[in-house]
């Protein structure tokens, strides 16, 4: 009998068991917040990447686009099942609802005082702020902040996709944690 190749897609079964070793080993309480954020796709985008995380809560602000959204259904793909989401509110409110729920707020945003992300201490129980595609966080959602993180960038460009900017960021936070479990 020959041994199976190590070297292949895994299947679904084998992704979910692979899931769950990483869930065992992963503490922080993981959440986001989506200030203004309009475009259904990077919604349906930010859910499914989030849910990938295990973030717990995304408090949507300003008029930011319910994943419940048929064009959000396209890139969620159903994923939005397995967060926790809550309507809009004012950014202020969400910024203190993520608070009482007892995570710091660290915004992610190119700022004056903005310390670059791998710098950035992302452990314990974190909620991530990203801002509209058009305009960014508002200053009311910075002033609202604890702290503020941007993600460096090489190339002769202003910003990233902010779903790309939300899955770097909580990738970051999620490395953070297990790098330092791994001693
Ligand atoms: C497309 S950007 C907004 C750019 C907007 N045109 C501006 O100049 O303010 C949308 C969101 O993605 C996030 N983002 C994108 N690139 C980023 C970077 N390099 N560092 C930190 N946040 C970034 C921020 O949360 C930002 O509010």
């Known amino acids: 009998m020959s041994t199976p190749n190590p070297r292949r897609q895994l299947k679904p079964t084998d992704v979910k068991r692979l899931n769950r070793t990483w869930r065992r080993n992963t503490e922080g309480r993981l959440a986001l917040i989506l200030e203004s954020v309009t475009g259904p796709f990077n919604i349906g985008s930010i859910f499914r990447t989030a849910a990938a995380f295990g973030v717990e809560t995304i408090w949507l602000a300003g008029n930011a686009t319910p994943p419940s959204n048929p064009k959000a259904q396209k890139t969620a793909l159903g994923t939005d099942r397995l967060v926790e989401w809550h309507e809009p509110v004012p950014v202020a409110e969400a910024v203190r609802a993520a608070r009482e729920d007892g995570f710091r707020v660290v915004a992610v945003e190119l700022t ?5 992300l791998h710098e950035a201490k992302l452990g314990g129980d974190v909620c991530l702020v990203l801002g509209s595609e058009d305009h960014g966080c508002s200053p009311a959602c910075l002033e609202a902040a604890d702290s503020v993180a ?6 002769r460009v202003g910003s990233v996709n902010v779903a790309v900017a939300a899955a770097i960021s909580m990738a970051e936070a999620r490395r953070q944690e297990w790098a330092s479990a791994a001693g």
């Open 150 to 155: 941007y993600i460096p960038q090489v190339g």
């Open 112 to 116: 004056g005082d903005a310390v670059p």
